[in-house]
Every structure is written in structure tokens, then in C-alpha cells.
């Protein structure tokens, strides 16, 4: 009989990783398990459906069940969900919604896809059918039902992370009035508080009620009550609170769960558990600047990892060495992205570092279109290491974090950066990128500093 | 007395490494000599400027010479020519134009921006006065105002690399009929053959006569007549074949010149003689990737290299690594860039290689504004070590250049490159960022072979 490949989870973890082992292994027989009805979607383009700059709720489907089956002969059962996991036996137990049966499946290899779920607090009022996630493509589609079906109204996003920050334009989008409401004292948590007071500015300047530093208390029909006792009126409330990693079914079957509170697994993605694999938003990845274990939940990451593992399990050899956390993110015409660790984050992993901030233009001072960028760096005490970097700025601004990730790849230290050959035209840049203004400055702290 | 440091060159290389000099000593007495009478501007900006979107030809200039005397106590004498240079006495032998008299200048420490100059092949009629350089920003204003007097013409421009198609683009946006003409099989020789018939193209699409494989014979005072028998109208004409490094003033002085033909100089930017530094186009460069010395005229690499000759000179320490060979440019819609070895520079250094080459866009694919991309890699066999980069496409392409010419720098191999955690959000890339899946196939391509 055919060595059989179980795959729980429709979505990128799991289908980047099944495909994958198809390209490696022919004779394969992959079964794939998901209890929704889509497969191989881009969750993070539900902001942009719900903002109209995407049509349709398919243009955000990468592969389709169908598409899985014949073009790479995956037998994609959908509906089914995988209720067990029996790592003694090899078998999952799986429930087929659609014919109300439950039967047990067995597995030579196991790979674990499945993804996180939106962190709901027990708020009062938070049930109520117009308060939405948005984590799931049905979420999305619910979601733009909801809009598309009310009036425009008042809508209140609870969390000003990325999420949070991307819905709400969104709404600004449709005509709505939008409020954020981010219990932090400024938005974007993974920024500096510095670097998010000019995101939450941004955010004002496009219109959006910005409410930092307080909470929700209490979700009603019409309004969202903060424990500052501010009643904010909202038709629609969208929680964009984060997610947590979906770890119940692994760690109920003993698979190993790791500090970051996701998935524990090997460089090649393999789990505690013999043939049991995992990617994607419900496993854990190595920071390589902190050297701690993190849950970062992100498409790319996803992608990456569930490709190792398919590789792995097709009998190939691959690794994943970790993320830097980077990050990007464009609220109408302001774009955010951050990589390596903040300050906070740096302290805690017991690093002192300088800090360099410094203020440019995206192109040539003279060449139209040069919009502004700010660049913040943090770079160890004495090495010189760059620890991490962030960026707030418009047009232009965001992709410029790669050059910091991949400096953080390679453990560089903030001189070497200020003499990195990044490439120069007016269109592109001044003739010193802002990168690397933000590197000499850094540069300057480390050899002044003792 | 106070030491005295004389630069010669009032543009990038000589005026950045005086301002840092100042910087870090008070005390010095700075004298600079400039022949021309401008200082500090931005060469690359002239075909913005006559192309229309810059303004005046003083928005190209960063620093004037009342600035430089001001805010940095430079004491820029404008029109004065250095004639020779006496290494063993100390001494630079200045003509002073205005005043039709020649003096010497005693030096402690003698900084060389000497700069390049244009590629005049001995043609017959290249001396005509319809026949423009768009080397110096006197250039640019000449070649200005010749634009602004003609009539909407015919324009024909000799030398298909970086400046020559900006200039093409420049008299397109003018109305102008223009015909580049280029010797090698394909414009843009920086670039692969591959890579360079998308650019021809894309020259083409916008509307400029391209002609590649083809020298120029003759120019007249209506046509420029090429070896193929073609007689091309053109009542301007524009040479865009690149530069050579000014160096016979420091070779009649006895200074090191180097294998490329620029000004020797060691990691701090000083040259072979006692006390002379040298920086920006005069002066060569250590590749990071061949190990070899080039030549490579840019103002990013003036501007670095001339910061840290300017730190050494003020007693500081700093050095310059090298280049990777980077270079970007925009024409029209269409981004061009490279980064480190081509295939016929890296077969020429005695690497073996692997190329892959893929298609992809600039943002997720369902996200409005994503754009072609086309990235090429080199990648060392065995080794895997990447050796060069290549990107043609739309907005949104060339910056990402950066990323590749990063690891360069930190000689990763291509394996390492596709777990770079690069910045993802649908705005700006997708899931996969273009680099990265170039660097997939790259890998694949490495670990297939031997």
C-alpha cells in the first residue's frame, strides 16, 4: 500500500507543505482534512476585500480544492474535521459534518496545519452576531456582507495592530466612521511607542477616531464602552485583537508545546511526535536575534515553513532557521514595517543598545514624489550588532526594512551597514539611502559609546 | 600655523570628504580648488532636469560654495585649477582663471576629488557645437538650454547605458523624436543580453528608436551616420558612452595608478603618495565579489569613499570595504537594476554558476498595482554563493535590488537567501517575494547540480 501523507488544515500550512511532498514523491497518497470550504487562501487580503480594492472573495483563493485535486492530486475532503490524534497508532479521527459520521483514518506521516484563532475576551456583548473576526475567508466574507448590508454607519475596531489598522482604513474606505480602540498608549505595539504616535498621527490624518490606552468593557447593540467610559457608537465592531496558535488537538494527542505557547518543532518542522510535522500559524519559530522561540502568525512564514516540511517529508532535506520578525503594513498612504526586536524587546532579551533615529526622503530631495521616512535602529553596545529596525514613512518607505532583515540575517553590525552598496538613482533614493543615514548614525552612538 | 588640507574637486568626492574632515577638526585649514564654478551637486539629476521634473539646475546642487564657506569654513576658491602636484614638497601649483595667474598652494594633506570625464571617441564631428557631454552640471545647464532654444527636434544619443537612456527619456518627455544608438547587441551593458532586451524593448514601447549593434561613423550637423549605413537626423546630439576616471594629474605627479585605471587607494582611501587621499569617480574600487579593482563612477560611492577619506584625514579611522556593483535605474515605467556579477564578469573572475531567472509581481497578485517583475540570480556551483542580481520591471522592482546586494555583502549562498525574512503585506509583495523565489530556483538549481 501507498505510504499515506495526512494533511489537517487547508490553508497554507498545510497545503504549501502537501504540494510540496507531491513535487517530491508521486506515489504519495495525500489525503488533506479542512472543516471550512476553502482552501489556500490569503487571509491578509481580507482587509482589502472589505476596502474594495480587491472584487472578490475568490481572487483571494491561491488554490482551490479543485485546482489541489487535479493539478496536484491531493484528495482534499472538506467539511471533515480532525476531532483526534492517535500518535500511538497513526490515526486521526475525523468528523465529516456534512454526513454527520465519524471515522478513523491512519497516517505513515502527519502534517499539522492548523493555523490560530482570533483571541476573543470574555467581553460582555462580545457574541453579539455584528461583532466580527477576521480570521478566517468565511469571517471575510461575513464580514463584507455586513458591510455591503448596512448603511454606512459607525464602526469600532477593537486592537490597533496590523489587522486592526488595515480594517479600519477599510471602513474609512466605504464611507464609514471609524474608531480604534488599542489598550496600548499608542497603536502598533511592535513599534517603539515613539514610531507608533506617528502611525496613530497617520491614522488621524485619514480620519480615523485614534482611542489609545483604554479598554473595551462591554459590547452593546449600539456602542462599544470603554473602561474610560467613553460610549463609542458602533453598528459594526471588527476585533483585530491578534491570534493565538491552534495547539488544542496536538497538545490532547502529546505533541510537545513549546514556551511561546505554539508548536514545538525541529529545524525541519518535525514535531515531538514520530511522522508528525507542522507549519504555519499554529507552530513556533527560533528568533535569530533573540534566540528565543516566538509565534509570529504571518503568510510568509507559513509558506516557507510548510514548503520545509513538505520537503522533509517528501524525503528531501530542508531547513527553516528563523525569522527575524519582520513586518510591513500600508494604511492609506502611510507605510509601517519593523524587523529584529523593538526596545522593549531587546531589553528582554538582555541586550543594551544605542539607538539612532533619523529623518529623510524616500527618493532624491529634488525628484518629485520624494515623500518623507523616518528610520529608527537599534544596534548592540560595544558590537554594534544591529538588533532591529523600524520604519514609518510613505511611498517607498516599507520595502527598505529588507535591507535591515537581511542585515540581521547575516548578524551584521551597524558599520559594516553604513558602507552596504544599496543602490542609488534620484527616482530611488538619495545618495545616502535613509538606511543607511540611520546606519552612520548608529554607527557614530556605538564607537562614542563604552 | 595651522594644518593645512587642500582638496582639489569641488563636487561629491572632494567637498564631502572636506565637510567630515571639518567635522571632526576644528582647527584645520581647508582651501578647496574647483576649475568650474559650481560645487556639491547632483550629476545623476541632469536628465531630470532636462527632462522636466526638476526645475532649475541650482535645485541639483547640495551645497554652494557660500554654504560650504559658511556653515563649514571651506575656503572654496571657484575657477582655480590645479596644474600639477608636488608630492615631495608638499605643494599644488593653482591656476587661477579669473585672474589669469598661477601660484603654488603648500599642503600638509591633499584630498583628490578630481572627478571623470566623459568617453570622446575621435569622431568626426564630435566636436561640433550641437554635440553635448552630460557629465558636469555646467553640462546639464548647456545641454538645457540647447533643449529649450531648439524646436520639439530630432535627437539622437550615443551610448545606450544608465545616463544615455535617462537622457533618451528626458527628450521623449520633451515631444522629441530620439534614436539611441548602441554598439553592443543590447542597451544597458550592465545588464545580461536577456536582461537588456527587456529594456531595449521596453525603450521601444515608449517610443525610442533603439538601434543596438551598431557604431556611430560620423556625425554631421543634421545626421549621425552609423557603421550599418544608417543616417539617423538629429539636430542634438548627446554622448552617453560612459566615463573615464581624471587621473593624468595624479599619474604626472607620480601617483599609483591602479589595474582599472582610477587612483589607487588602500582601504582608507589613501593613495600611494605620503598625506594624498583620493576619492569618488577619479579613484577605484575593490569589488566584493570578483576581488578585483574596478572602476565605477556614482555618486553614493563618492559620497562614502570621500567620508572616509574626510575621517582619516581629521585623524579618525574608517574604511571602505568595497562595492558590490550596484545600480538602479527608472525609464519611463520601466525599473533596471543589478547588483554584483554578470555572466559574462563572473565567467571573466573564474566563477562556474548556476542561472535562474523567474516572473513574478510586485505585490500579491489580486492587490491593485502589482507589476511585472523579472529577477535573475547567479549562483556559484557547489557553493551556492550568490554571485549577482538582476531585476527588470515595473514599479516596485528595481529597490528590491538592495536585498540581494545585502547578501552579497554578507556572501550568503542562495540556500540561506530563501529563508531571508523579507517584509510581506499584499501592498508589497506577495506571499513569496520576487527575490525570494528566484533564490528557490537558484537553490534548486545548486542542489541538482555537481
Redesign the interface.
Known amino acids: 500500500m501507498a505510504e499515506r501523507l495526512v494533511v489537517i488544515g487547508g490553508d497554507?500550512g498545510g497545503m504549501a507543505a502537501a504540494t510540496q511532498a507531491r513535487r517530491l514523491r508521486a506515489d504519495l497518497d495525500i489525503v488533506a482534512l479542512e472543516r471550512g470550504t476553502r482552501t489556500s487562501y490569503?487571509a491578509?487580503?481580507i482587509p482589502?476585500l472589505v476596502g474594495g480594492?480587491?472584487n472578490r472573495v475568490d481572487?483571494?483563493v491561491a488554490r482551490t480544492p479543485q485546482q489541489l485535486r487535479e493539478q496536484h492530486r491531493i484528495d482534499v475532503r472538506l467539511r471533515h474535521e480532525a476531532m483526534a490524534i492517535d500518535v500511538e497508532r497513526g490515526e486521526v479521527e475525523v468528523r465529516d459534518h456534512d454526513h454527520g459520521r465519524t471515522f478513523r483514518l491512519g497516517y505513515d506521516q502527519l502534517m499539522l496545519g492548523l493555523g490560530a484563532v482570533p483571541r476573543r475576551p470574555p467581553l460582555d456583548g462580545i457574541d453579539l452576531p455584528h461583532v466580527h473576526g477576521v480570521q478566517t475567508l468565511d469571517d471575510g466574507a461575513a464580514l463584507l456582507e455586513a458591510a455591503e448590508r448596512s448603511q454606512t454607519g459607525d464602526v469600532a475596531v477593537i486592537g490597533g495592530g496590523?489587522i486592526g489598522l488595515e480594517i479600519a482604513e477599510a471602513f474609512v474606505r466605504r464611507g464609514c466612521k471609524v474608531t480604534v480602540i488599542e489598550g496600548s498608549p499608542q497603536v502598533m505595539r511592535t513599534l517603539d511607542e515613539d514610531m507608533g504616535e506617528m502611525v496613530s498621527a497617520a491614522m488621524r490624518r485619514h480620519g480615523v477616531d485614534v482611542r489609545c490606552g483604554s479598554k473595551v468593557e462591554k459590547i452593546t447593540e449600539t456602542h462599544v464602552i470603554t473602561d474610560a467610559g467613553d460610549e463609542i457608537a458602533a453598528d459594526l465592531v471588527v476585533l483585530g485583537l491578534g491570534v493565538v496558535p491552534n495547539v488544542d488537538l496536538a497538545r490532547d494527542a502529546g505533541v510537545d508545546i513549546g514556551p511561546s505557547g505554539a508548536i514545538a518543532v525541529d529545524r525541519r518542522q518535525h514535531t515531538s511526535a514520530e511522522g508528525v510535522w507542522a507549519a504555519g500559524d499554529c507552530s513556533e519559530s527560533h528568533h535569530?536575534v533573540s534566540d528565543r522561540k516566538v509565534h509570529i502568525a504571518?503568510?510568509?512564514?507559513?509558506?516557507?515553513q510548510a514548503r520545509v516540511a513538505g520537503t522533509n517529508i517528501g524525503g528531501g532535506y530542508a531547513t527553516?532557521?528563523?525569522?527575524?520578525?519582520?513586518?510591513?503594513?500600508?494604511i492609506c498612504s502611510t507605510e509601517v514595517?519593523r524587523?529584529g526586536l523593538n526596545e522593549e524587546e531587546a531589553r528582554d532579551a538582555g541586550f543594551d543598545f544605542h539607538v539612532a533615529r533619523i529623518e529623510s526622503t524616500t527618493r532624491?530631495g529634488?525628484?518629485?514624489g520624494a515623500r518623507p521616512i523616518t528610520v529608527k535602529l537599534l544596534a548592540e553596545r560595544r558590537s554594534g550588532r544591529v538588533l532591529g529596525g523600524q520604519i514609518v514613512g510613505e511611498e517607498?518607505a516599507?520595502?527598505?526594512?529588507?535591507?535591515i532583515?537581511?542585515?540581521?540575517?547575516?548578524r551584521?553590525d551597524v558599520e559594516?551597514m553604513?558602507?552596504?552598496?544599496?543602490?542609488?538613482?534620484?527616482?530611488?533614493?538619495p545618495?545616502?539611502?535613509p538606511v543607511l543615514v540611520a546606519a552612520r548614525q548608529a554607527a557614530g552612538l556605538v564607537s562614542k559609546g563604552s
Open positions: 497554507a490569503s491578509c487580503g482589502f480594492e480587491v481572487d483571494l496590523y535569530l504571518l503568510g510568509t512564514h507559513a509558506n516557507k527553516f532557521p528563523g525569522v527575524v520578525g519582520t513586518a510591513a503594513t500600508k514595517a524587523t532624491a529634488y525628484y518629485p517607498g516599507a520595502k527598505r526594512i529588507d535591507v532583515a537581511t542585515a540581521l540575517h547575516a551584521m559594516q553604513t558602507a552596504l552598496d544599496l543602490s542609488y538613482a534620484p527616482p530611488f533614493a545618495t545616502w539611502d
